[in-house]
């Protein structure tokens, strides 16, 4: 299994390695896909209830900083 960050996580047993939300089997991507859609982080939230708000929130916000770490 590899941390990816602390609230992500890829295991090539789970989702056949596919970024998901720690703890979960929801992939991180349907949280940009539903943000892309013009979907609110609650829509999130509400159609996928093993996600945390902390954790969804905590995703984001180490994708920002690994976006504002790169030259």
Partial sequence: MEDVTQ???RDPETMH???VFRG???PV???FDYLEGGDTLE???EGF???SRGL???A???AKQLLLARP
Avoid: S, Y
């Fill in 56 to 58: 969804a929130l905590e």
């Fill in 17 to 19: 390695g596919v970024p």
């Fill in 49 to 51: 209830p093993t996600v």
């Fill in 43 to 45: 829509e999130f939230l």
């Fill in 60 to 62: 984001l916000e180490e």
């Fill in 24 to 26: 979960t089997r929801v």
């Fill in 29 to 31: 991507q349907t949280l």
């Fill in 7 to 9: 609230a992500i996580t």
